[in-house]
């Protein structure tokens, strides 16, 4: 793993359990995909919540930032460890990012080096490529980057290997500009699944921007917008925005620590303050 300036293998603003948590994390299993299938089971999709006795004020869940948060809603419906399985009904109502977020948290506190990513699944509706969050961890013996879908484990039959993802399966923000930008990927076949305005190279842009972030341990929600994202969106950028895309994508994909730190600082690209809480 190249020189680092970023300790994946701790947690950030939004992966720091509170002190009074941590007993209940003493139970976790020390192998990546075994920790991230307790991850999984304390999530459940909005959508899967609504034909549940899920109150409708909990659907607020979803907008929970920081993993201390998130644990305490999950245990006041259920004091039990993590490892504990939980009915549905007693999950956090989270999106994709929630379950990347926890299984990123938990792999810190065992000491795994791990790191949310945010772009695009291509194994949700075919032809289409889905915006997305999944987890990577840092596997020693193999000296690779091991990118895990949590939400998919355990039998949903959409790709052959969700603890260990094939390339091009999941595309982060910044590899999906790239294929953009060599007129390899139509852009209008990139957006949220269910919502018919939310396609296009916008989204592009948005979720590398969003990757980079979640690179400098800053995991945001998946519609946090900041710097330019919003103009981006409605289409009001030029080709200086799109520049910076173009670094975004060459910078992260070169996952030089350094690199992405310095053109993380840039107006356009850091989270404000006021954002991380």
């Known amino acids: 793993m190249a020189a680092s300036t970023i300790d994946y293998s701790g947690p950030g603003p939004f992966t720091r359990l509170d002190a009074d948590q941590l007993p209940l994390t003493k139970r976790l299993p020390i192998t990546p995909v075994d920790i991230c299938e307790i991850a999984q089971g304390l999530v459940i999709q909005p959508h899967d919540a609504a034909s549940l006795p899920v109150p409708q004020e909990r659907l607020a869940e979803k907008s929970l930032r920081g993993i201390s948060d998130i644990i305490r809603s999950l245990t006041s419906l259920d004091p039990a460890p993590l490892d504990v399985p939980r009915p549905a ?119 590398a921007i969003r990757d980079l972030a979640a690179l400098q341990k800053i995991e945001m929600l998946p519609w946090d917008e900041w710097g330019r994202m919003e103009a981006s969106y409605q289409g009001a950028t030029g080709p200086d925005y799109d520049s910076l895309m173009d670094a975004i994508a060459t910078t992260c994909a070169a996952d030089d620590p350094e690199a992405m730190a310095r053109l993380y600082e840039s107006e356009d690209l850091e989270v404000p303050t006021h954002m991380i809480r």
């Open 89 to 207: 009904h007693l999950r956090v109502v989270g999106t994709c990012r929630h379950f990347a977020l926890l299984s990123c948290a938990l792999l810190r506190l065992q000491g795994i080096p791990a790191r949310a990513r945010c772009g695009f699944a291509t194994y949700f509706v075919p032809g289409k490529s889905v915006d997305h969050w999944i987890t990577e961890y840092w596997h020693t013996d193999e000296h690779r980057w091991v990118r895990i879908d949590t939400e998919i484990l355990g039998g949903q039959n959409l790709v052959a290997a969700p603890e260990d993802l094939a390339d091009g399966e999941f595309l982060t923000g910044g590899e999906a500009w790239s294929l953009y930008r060599q007129g390899a990927a139509d852009p209008d076949s990139f957006g949220v699944a269910g919502v018919a305005h939310a396609w296009g190279v916008g989204e592009i842009r948005g979720n």
